[in-house]
């Protein structure tokens, strides 16, 4: 281990801080803009390039970023190119060789609306550590897909989850991302039997971040939770359990549970740190009829501050400890996904 990481883990006296306290997940946001429009996603409403700066990251910005928080990489476990659509950008797969160079055991779990699937696309994944592909697939009816997600083809997307499955075969898992909604969740229980006959590993179930409120009326979780939705859970898990793939449901009953992003280093495309995509720019969350924009956290930028210092600043540590103990942030306070019902902590029996 390097002397000034060594350095930065030990500084305080009495710090019970160790090597697991590195991030284990870094993603970077090399693009702003999406092929999709979908009634789930803040980059529909929130996104876009920030002012000064391209929609998709050049690949040299994207080399001195690495470079910079390099340090961090070689303790890395996975490595995710933007939280939208990576296959989008024309040298993701030279990123992620570049990514490499630094760090011979990370990986890319992928994370897809599945349009951009192609054969010769799959290929290049099939040739470095990508584990799994997640497909966002959210119901088994090209009405149900389509009408959520402008832009898509439910028959392109159902043709290259087949095309995924002959040509990776078992070195790439296929996991899709079903996000329930009072418009698609009775169909939850055909689309494990559909997502079985595609050969798909594992399902996550998701529930639904509004950012709009007016889309309120398609959340199914509440302070109560929701019987109805969680017979169908009931009967979903099963037909799964049947068909031998996984599935993982998020809670139908809000409570205080932090997030999952206690060992994610989010940089966006200028470099800032922040905790989350939410935080990095001003972002509408609705919850429970209330709404709030959120203000930029951003503890500093990796261009010009050391990114090991920012990882260990007081302040970011502060906020991942409060997730630790599953509080709610201040910040957070009008995410859901703070309170267990959208997809960080989401269980194996509803």
């Known amino acids: 281990m390097p002397d000034y990481i060594r350095r930065a883990l030990f500084r305080r ?9 590195l991030p284990s997940i870094i993603n970077i946001e090399i693009m702003t803009v999406c092929n999709l429009k979908c009634r789930h996603c803040r980059v529909s409403y929130f996104g876009g390039p920030a002012r000064g700066y391209p929609a998709m990251m050049k690949f040299d910005l994207f080399k001195e970023m690495v470079d910079r928080i390099s340090p961090l990489v070689r303790y890395a476990q996975e490595f995710q190119l933007s939280t939208i659509e990576p296959l989008l950008h024309k040298r993701v797969f030279d990123m992620m060789d570049y990514v490499s160079a630094h760090n011979r055991r990370i990986s890319y779990p992928l994370l897809s609306n599945g349009m951009l699937l192609n054969e010769k696309n799959i290929r290049q994944l099939c040739r470095r550590h990508v584990p799994y592909v997640e497909v966002s697939l959210d119901g088994c009816r090209k009405e149900t897909v389509e009408s959520f997600k402008t832009g898509a083809d439910f028959n392109t997307i159902v043709r290259n989850i087949r095309l995924l499955k002959r040509v ?28 079985g006959d595609l050969g798909i590993d594992k399902i996550y179930i998701n529930g639904f971040l509004c950012y709009k409120p007016g ?5 199914l979780y509440s302070r109560k939770g929701n019987e109805g939705t969680r017979t169908i859970f009931l009967k979903a898990h099963e037909a799964a359990r049947k068909a031998g793939i996984g599935i993982a449901f998020p809670s139908l009953t809000t409570k205080s549970q932090g997030c999952s992003l206690t060992s994610f280093l989010y940089i966006d495309e200028k470099g800032n740190v922040s905790p989350c995509m939410h935080l990095s720019r001003p972002t509408q969350l609705s919850l429970f009829s209330k709404t709030r924009m959120t203000h930029p956290v951003v503890y500093g930028n990796i261009l010009r501050d050391d990114p090991v210092s920012l990882w260990f600043d007081n302040r970011y540590m502060t906020f991942r400890d409060t997730l630790k103990s599953s509080r709610v942030p201040r910040e957070c306070v009008f995410c859901a996904d703070a309170y267990g019902v959208i997809c960080s902590n989401r269980r194996f029996v509803p």
């Open 215 to 219: 889309l309120s009326k398609l959340s």
């Open 168 to 195: 990776a075969g078992k070195k790439v898992a296929i996991y899709t991302v079903f996000v329930a909604t009072t418009r698609n969740i009775g169909e939850l229980v055909e689309y494990v039997h559909f997502c």
């Open 13 to 21: 006296e009495g710090s019970d801080l160790c090597l697991g306290d």
